[in-house]
């Protein structure tokens, strides 16, 4: 029994060696390295995950780590201090925000943007306005040809077939943008309670409404699915080559999705927002989608990252430089489907370097 | 003039083979899917796959999973020293003094633990073991993981001790042997490989399980463990690469998930075959 035992203990011992040794061996040689761990929006992932291969060029003792699990876990774990930063679509509620008062800067960082897409084939550039989307999904609009699409896309010709309507079956950001940008645009078709990551649709009452899980789900089904309509971030539907709506903004334009349009809706959302990091952001989610400003794309988004003011020792410094980084270099290198953030909010993320201090203890 | 009983008989032994097969084909088209496109995928990163951190999102290059492997490994390794004495011993109490109130308890606690969502189990620890340290760990991550084995290691284990007939302990008695010599010397040695047996389905029921590890390790996904100390810090799994890479747009990201799927699949499937071996010498 003895000698099992220690057998036993022999070879836990012997795998631990086994595995330090791989994993000393397979680490790049870096000294006395920071690591800084964040956690939260998932639609944010790949971006945060591309600036923490970029920044290691620049300092290479940087070790940025981010757990995809969203927005609302990445708000709660910061709020329990079990992250250094946080990213999120939406930044902190008022209350929240009130309660971390003067401890929190809250940065958008990347523009993303909801696209309209539909399988409609000998058709394209299609025009849409809230009202129209709105009774779409309503399911009271259910032919291709029904006058009010009709009436938006004058010597287009669309077919008599019904509208095969597609939306996300799992709870998502995604989701509340495309709701939202429906009530602020059409708030008489589409209620305040029809917003939310997964309102109830009116259209899956009609039989015509389908669920598909994640921006993949719905990007396959619309695909799969002739006379289809569906919202999918931007990125997925360049990178399937779906045909993509033109979307009526506040200013009575129909403008397809584009970075241009999206920081243009950027700037002009920022006219109604704090001028510091530390300011109330609340408003700052619902202010960017349908935003007023000729050129804006309506369904526009953007994320923020949330950090401390205070950290121990080394990682104030690590914050600063990755904060200074992402908004000078980091938004040269903005991954493919992102958009980088205007000019005039860069200048204002960067006076979240001055306010990042050492916590004193 | 044809013998309708026999056709019966036919009819019935192709339908139950044909059914068989339906039922089976899902999995053999899982096993080939993984198989082709992990293992292209596998092929092209090389000895990198297994050693680099994963490469920028919609580059050209893949990157490896290295950090999510070793964590995969290590978190089996803690787990495996946290879960197998609990459980182990939870299966002796319970065998041992069957009938006492508290041993029916712990029967009904821990296999109603098999019904409990994983997801919660995770958030739990994220609660009672995260939250007070502060930040998220491997260790955190495999005290989770041993929770959600125990239920399937003191099942099997239970079994095998069970099946030890009782003139075994009965001889142990009979020479003075004391009741934790009896239990420890003579009913594990005879029942070892059923005991094996529990602690192989265990581990490998939990190293490929991604609800546990949501919000316990924190998907650290540049750091790699370098030795025991690494517990404490933050990590990544293989499983929990899978789920979190599958979800996004870029194909070499996707490309590494399926690699992954291939090597948690081989991971899996070498200990189920040396769980199969040691049952094949029990018969004997």
């Known amino acids: 029994m003895l000698k099992r035992l220690a057998a036993l203990l022999l070879a836990v011992i012997a795998s631990m060696a086994l595995l330090s040794y791989a994993g000393q061996r397979w680490k790049p040689e870096v000294l006395d390295s920071v690591v800084l761990h964040g956690e939260g929006s998932s639609f944010l992932y790949p971006q945060v995950q591309a600036w923490s291969e970029d920044i290691r060029s620049s300092y290479p003792w940087l070790v940025i780590n981010y757990n995809p699990t969203g927005s609302g876990a990445g708000q709660s774990a910061f709020i329990k201090n079990v992250v250094d930063f946080a990213g999120s679509d939406p930044p902190l509620t008022g209350e929240a925000w009130a309660r971390l008062r003067g401890s929190v800067v809250q940065l958008p960082v990347v523009i993303g943007m909801v696209a309209v897409v539909y399988n409609v084939p000998g058709v394209e550039g299609l025009r849409l306005d809230a009202e129209v989307l709105a009774l779409i999904y309503r399911g009271e609009v259910e032919y291709w040809d029904d006058e009010a699409i009709a009436r938006l896309n004058p010597g287009i010709r669309l077919p008599n077939e019904r509208i095969i309507v597609v939306h996300r079956s799992d709870s998502s950001g995604t989701t509340q943008v495309f709701t939202l940008y429906l009530h602020k645009a059409a708030p008489d078709l589409w209620p305040q309670e029809l917003v939310g990551k997964s309102p109830d649709w009116p259209v899956d009452y009609t039989g015509r409404g389908i669920g598909g899980k994640g921006n993949q789900g719905v990007t396959e089904l619309v695909k799969k699915n002739l006379y289809s309509i569906g919202y999918v971030e931007y990125s997925y539907a360049v990178k399937e080559g779906l045909s993509i709506a033109l979307l009526e903004n506040r200013e009575g334009e129909y403008v397809a999705p584009s970075p241009e349009a999206a920081q243009e809706a950027a700037k002009n959302a920022l006219s109604n927002l704090p001028s510091s990091p530390d300011g109330d952001w609340s408003s700052g989610f619902d202010a960017v989608i349908y935003a007023p400003g000729r050129g804006s794309y309506p369904l526009t988004t953007w994320s923020f990252l949330l950090f401390y003011k205070e950290y121990p020792g080394p990682k104030a410094e690590a914050v600063r430089t990755f904060i200074e980084w992402i908004n000078t270099e980091g938004q040269k290198s903005v991954v493919g489907g992102y958009v980088p953030i205007p000019e005039e909010l860069r200048s204002i993320n960067l006076k979240a370097v001055e306010m990042i201090r050492v916590a004193e203890r | 003039m044809p013998d309708w009983r026999r056709v019966k008989d036919r009819i019935f032994t192709v339908a139950t083979v044909l059914l068989a097969l339906l039922a089976v084909a899902p999995l053999f088209h899982i096993l080939a899917t993984v198989a082709i496109r992990g293992g292209s995928a596998i092929l092209r990163g090389g000895v990198s796959f297994f050693t680099d951190p994963p490469a920028y999102p919609g580059s050209e290059e893949l990157g490896g999973v290295g950090p999510a ?206 769980l199969r071996l040691l049952f094949r010498e029990v018969k004997l």
């Open chain 2, 69 to 274: 492997l070793l964590g995969t490994l290590w978190l089996g390794l803690a787990t495996s020293l946290i879960g197998v004495p609990l459980a182990l011993l939870t299966a002796v109490y319970m065998v041992e003094y069957r009938e006492s109130k508290l041993a029916r308890a712990t029967r009904v606690f821990t296999s109603s633990l098999l019904e409990v969502p994983t997801v919660l189990i995770g958030m739990l620890v994220f609660l009672v073991v995260v939250v007070p340290m502060g930040r998220y760990s491997l260790a955190a991550g495999s005290i989770a993981l041993a929770i959600v084995m125990l239920p399937y290691t003191v099942s099997y284990v239970e079994r095998a001790l069970d099946g030890v007939p009782r003139t075994y302990r009965e001889a142990g008695y009979s020479i003075g042997m004391t009741r934790a010599q009896v239990v420890f010397q003579v009913v594990m040695g005879i029942a070892s490989r059923g005991v094996a047996a529990g602690v192989l389905v265990g581990v490998a029921k939990v190293l490929s399980e991604t609800a546990p590890l949501l919000f316990t390790i924190g998907s650290a996904r540049g750091s790699y463990p370098t030795g025991p100390q690494s517990l404490l810090e933050p990590g990544d799994a293989l499983p929990l690469l899978i789920f979190q890479f599958a979800q996004t747009p870029y194909s070499n990201w996707q490309d590494l998930a399926w690699g992954s799927a291939l090597l948690l699949t081989l991971i899996i499937l070498v200990i189920f075959t040396l």
